[in-house]
């Protein structure tokens, strides 16, 4: 019984630890869970658990590998033909991809199914280590070097799952070396029997102690610089950072690699700029994280706490958010007056108004109305009734910087008679003046004692929308005018519903944004878009007829705010690029974003022909004892002496033991044991010759004197050195 329980454990920690091996797999390729590669290495465990047959496990795996993908893959379904032949398609040709080395061509689906086979060797390789050695080190060392790996070059944190694979590391190898230590004859293993319960207890407690003490004593600093960034150089990794929503702005600037994988969806009537949070201290080479504990919790259904704009119109509407995966923060519109959502509470941060929910949130509704941006009413606004503490607190700039920002926001502004005819003058010349340029590709790093802003407005002239937001921002400041950051996603890509009014809005990596807002009293914190060739989505109410045709006024300009010119796409937005990953509101030609999302780099397929060169090499170097340790495996499942015989004279072979076409079997026997000065093989012969030259058909099977005698020449031999 303690036998069949200690296998259970070990079946049960096995599971756990190659689980870990599937996690950061089905993350980084999106897949939508884990839960059918969990049954697969369960089962795949538990048929070598058992120990089935070959003839039933090749079968058993195979099945499991097509029904798998299939889950994930088969559209039409596992049991379907177009499955059936897709599948067999898609493994020949990713085979031949890989042999040829064309990582580009590769497929998700194939990539799935050799991620399966290789599940597939490593629990036989599990089950062979625990169960028949009584050793684990290895696979735990293998396990813990894939997810090192994978939390140094993606994005995906392993953290806590290295902690969980040490622990369950620890718990098999104490599980293993019991089993070695309480089998028959070894030492100490009486009392281990008597005194179980309490030496397993003991390393339990020891083990919580060990865990407990690491994660709550302090952590000093590393010591020695990040060797990372060299080691992907070294490699040719690109270092580029992915296009994505991050909380960290400290260190804006370079180039982003284009990410075409969906984080969300939308089901509304129009698009909108999604919002996440807004950012307020700008250091000079980006936006400062405040640790703020003014947090305000409120529950679904409840006034939304942050109010943006201080009037909405037009009737209630909704909006329909589903996240891929679970997401730890909630986009919301302009305008929102409620969430309602299976997760109860949420949490706002009141200083850079993001919003969290207790949980992780997968699906939720907003109420909206729509704000109101009246432009005239913002041209007549009078700034003095703003608090000073609000004005200094949004007009703060670094003290080094440089003043020729302030000169050229002066001059860009010079005609301008309203504060909102300034901030759209500030916003036509960084979008359409044409003097800057967008791209994700090309945007420079900011130089050590260089200014962000000030370098991407004098020097390089181009980026993304980080660096036309913040730049508008602090030219803004310059001037006085309250501005602040703020970030979240553009609109995505929509697809009106065949019945209704509503659109479905597919929002990307590519489509994270960042954009400014200025305040204007009695109307709200108001979004603009400095960004070159992007639109505001939001709607702006035309100024009179009076007001509209003031001559030479740059707020002639502000009516195309609510019907914003379309103008050419940079090939950066036709390619589906984005600033921190924005994209226009234009049709575009549908990616297959399972495709695009996980590339595997081309240096990755030298590793297996590496491994497959030096398993050749090893099995020429070692090929004598490789024929010896095969002989002694036949030996074990006692087949028939003519087949052992022959064998045992090919190994002879291999060490230099030819015989020579004039000598007879017994002279052969004769002048091998005399060179290894035994008599045995002698021995062997004559029974051989009697099998060979007997008139009986009878097949002489091996007496366990003959399977001493060749157990002994093969230990002779493999000592011998061959002059």
Known sequence: MKKKLSIFLLFILSVLLISEWIYPFANLTELNTATWIILFITISLASFFIRLKYYWTIPLHIGMIYIVSGIYYAKAGIFSAEWFSSFFQTTFGGFTNMVQFRSSDISMDFILIVFLIALWLLSYITTYSILRKQRIMSVLILTVSYLAVINTFTNYNSSWAIVRTVLEGFLLLHLALTSRITAINRVNSDSIKRNGFIYHAFVLFLLAVFVFSSLMLPKKAPIWPDPVPVIRNALGINTTRTVGYSEDDTELGGALKKDNATVFKARTENGHYWRIESKRIYTGTGWANEKSTELQTFSSGDDFPIQLSEETTGDTKTAEISFEASSEYVPYPYGVQTINSAIDTFNANLTTEKITPANTIKNYTIQLQTPVYDIEKMQN??????????????????????????????????????????????????????????????????????????????????????????????????????????????????????????????????????????????????????????????????????????????????????????????????????STGEIEQKEQTKKDNTNSTFEIPSWIWWIPAGLVLAIITAAIIFRRRIRGYLLLRSLKKNPNFYTIYNKLLKLLTSYGFSRQTSETLREFANRVDNRLEINDFSKITKIYEHQIYSQTSETISLTSVDIHAINHIITIITKYKNS
């Open 381 to 578: 606004t009078d700034f003095s009734t703003l608090p000073d503490a609000f004005i200094s607190k949004y007009t703060q700039t670094p003290s080094d910087l440089p003043k020729r920002i302030t000169t050229l926001a002066n001059k860009v502004t010079k005609d301008a008679n309203s504060i909102y005819d300034q901030t759209k003058a500030i916003e036509n010349y960084l979008s359409k003046s044409g003097d800057f340029t967008y791209s994700t590709d090309d945007a420079q790093e900011t130089p050590n004692g260089a200014d962000y802003v000030d370098q991407f407005l004098f020097e390089t002239k181009i980026g993304y929308c980080d660096n036309f937001s913040t730049s508008m921002v602090m030219m803004l400041r310059t001037l006085g005018i309250p501005a602040r950051w703020a970030k979240g996603y553009t609109p995505g890509e929509g697809e009106k519903e065949t019945n209704g009014d509503k659109s479905i809005y597919t929002i990307t990596n590519n489509n994270a944004h960042s954009w400014p807002e200025v305040f204007f009293p009695g109307t709200g914190w108001v979004p603009f878009e400095p960004t070159a060739t992007f639109s505001n989505p939001e709607n702006f109410q035309e100024p009179t007829t009076e007001t509209a045709n003031k001559p030479d006024n740059p707020s002639e300009s502000a009516s195309e705010a609510a019907k914003p010119e379309q103008p050419e796409q940079t090939p950066e937005q036709e390619a589906g690029s984005s």
